[in-house]
């Protein structure tokens, strides 16, 4: 007889236990350790290129690149094991770039002590200018530039913007309330004591980078067959995208190109800064305090080789080091509404599921502005239908079974409530509204909208750079990939599957708006009447245009 537990989600690496009690939350045990609400976009894009930019061990063994060897991955995928990484810690830096511009009710007396010791040797390397506070001013407000999240935190537990490697650093903790019951004389107190004052407890840095990096390296232990079967479905034909080997290595190449990309002098200052105290850069960043990551579900494979393919299309493509990370953010958080969709129609037994796209949902779109009333109401309708088949998921009887079995009533009562708030449906809708692509942000009459910066992302990557597509397939791509539907027949599949009836009115509004956001953006060519294409502009010759 097969048990409940052979009904949860294999995990890769196979590590997981049902009896830990930090997999127990239904959130954690169907979407993965974890995405968490509280983490924002910002850090969890410095989170996922952190893991891919340290450097990295998986059962003792070095990992000396941005990704595992597929050799490897597959190795790892059966024999288990978790991976470890070992980002850098930059008190230093931190200290000197956020400390003036932090609370004031934050600010340790030894803190200052130790930022004006640092601006002091700074002052003292400063050979060829009179005005050596000033210049030591200005490099504080350059660096600040960089400023990621965490504003109202304590300077240490801030984060930047991770426009270059050399700027991802570990989350720190200051220990506050251990601090108010101890007297601390200096920083070499703080520096010797360093794990007893400062910590990390993931409150910022939640995992979401992680998961992401876990279902990467998850479809390079798929079957390559299976993969080759997905990508005909959804319309995916260039061969770094179909073949596993071409596709790592791709990834791999874009990688390295964009950690070099005109950043030299940037990494220079700010190595630097950081060494202006090496003592604290050493004790802080001791070989064996190693970060690890957890696990993802298995079956999420799907999700994550559209995830890899899109990366390796942003990689590619011929833009802005800041544009392309604004358009990376941009695909790591909808990666993880595309995680928790499709990971919860797997589980769901809903019968209207099994008519839409590859993925198992849809997403109704709506434009920014005015569209008739019976699409705003039925794009209204489609998204409460997302947010109760995640609710729905974490609630299938595997997931219940496993949580009365390790908890109470009341500890399952509220962890369910957690799952909901934390890692399920609240967390859908928080990245939607704070992409800017669920709107309104606060009232009732919450849908779907599209924004330019959201278009601009699905081109670039449902298009190979250079390339280009009719619009008919274009909305194709859209669907299979995200289940966005705008119009045809991926709307009146959307209606159905949001539990709507048949209504010509939902799909007979103004049908243009989609192809007049594609027109405005530069991204459409009109042959003729009948047939349009789409373009992604932003290939290798466009960058050699400009001169490389």
């Not at 830990?20 to 924002?40: A, E, S, V, Y």
């Not at 504003?151 to 989350?171: G, H, K, M, V």
């Not at 409460?384 to 299938?396: E, K």
Request: hydrophobic share 35%; aromatic share 10%.
């Amino acid at each position: 007889m097969t048990g409940s537990n052979d009904l949860l989600p294999e995990a890769f690496p196979p590590i997981i236990n049902d009896n830990d009690n930090k997999n127990i939350n239904p959130g954690i045990r169907l979407f993965g350790r974890r995405f968490f609400i509280d983490q924002t976009e910002i850090e969890l894009l410095a989170e996922f290129l952190s893991v891919l930019y340290s450097k990295k061990w998986i059962n003792d063994y070095e990992i000396d690149t941005y990704l595992p060897s597929i050799n490897i991955i597959q190795s790892w995928s059966k024999s288990g094991g978790k991976l470890f990484y070992k980002p850098p810690i930059k008190l230093n830096l931190k200290l000197f770039t956020f400390l003036g511009n932090s609370r004031v009710d934050t600010r340790h007396e030894v803190h200052q002590e130790h930022y004006n010791q640092l601006c002091q040797k700074l002052i003292n390397k400063i050979i060829s200018s009179d005005e050596k506070t000033e210049v030591v001013e200005w490099i504080e407000r350059l660096l600040r530039g960089y400023k990621g999240a965490g504003l109202n935190r304590t300077w240490c537990a801030q984060s930047f913007y991770p426009l270059s490697d050399s700027l991802i650093s570990q989350e720190t903790i200051w220990n506050e309330s251990l601090v108010k019951k101890e007297t601390i004389y200096s920083w070499d107190d703080i520096k010797n004591n360093f794990k007893k004052y400062f910590n990390n407890r993931r409150a910022f840095f939640a995992r979401g980078g992680e998961l992401l990096y876990l279902q990467l390296c998850n479809v390079f232990a798929t079957d390559p067959n299976e993969i080759d079967e997905f990508a005909k479905k959804v319309d995916i034909t260039d061969d770094d995208s179909r073949d596993l080997m071409m596709l790592h290595d791709s990834i791999q190449t874009g990688l390295k190109k964009i950690k070099s990309t005109n950043t030299e002098a940037l990494d220079l200052l700010v190595n630097f800064i950081e060494s202006l105290d090496l003592a604290t850069h050493e004790e802080a960043n001791k070989e064996a305090d190693k970060m690890s990551c957890e696990w993802c579900p298995k079956d999420s494979w799907p999700e994550g080789y559209l995830f890899a393919v899109e990366l390796n299309r942003l990689l590619k493509a011929a833009l802005d080091p800041v544009e392309r990370l604004d358009l990376c953010l941009t695909g790591c958080t909808m990666q993880i509404m595309r995680s928790l969709c499709a990971q919860s129609t797997r589980y769901i037994n809903n019968e209207k599921v099994k008519n839409s796209n590859v993925l198992n949902y849809a997403w109704l779109f709506t434009p920014y502005d005015s569209q008739t009333k019976q699409h705003r109401l039925a794009s209204q309708i489609n998204l409460q239908a997302v947010l109760s088949s995640i609710q729905g998921a974490l609630r299938i009887e595997p997931l219940k079974e496993n949580l009365d079995r390790n908890t109470t009533s009341v500890e399952s009562d509220k962890l369910l409530k957690e799952a909901d708030n934390k890692y399920g449906h609240n967390l859908f809708k928080s990245l939607g509204k704070r992409l800017g692509i669920i709107m309104p942000y606060k009232g009732p009459g919450a849908r779907f909208v599209m924004t330019d910066a959201l278009l601009r992302y699905l081109v670039l990557t449902l298009i190979p750079p250079g390339s280009s597509c009719t619009y008919e397939d274009f909305l194709k791509r859209l669907y299979q990939h995200y289940g966005i539907a705008i119009e045809g027949d991926a709307l009146d599949d959307a209606v159905f599957w949001s539990g709507l009836p048949p209504n010509s009115s939902i799909n007979s509004g103004r049908k243009a708006w989609f192809q007049e956001m594609l027109r405005a953006g530069g991204f459409m060519t009109e042959l003729s009447d009948a047939i349009s294409i789409v373009n992604n502009e932003f290939g290798e010759s466009k960058l050699n245009a400009k001169g490389g």
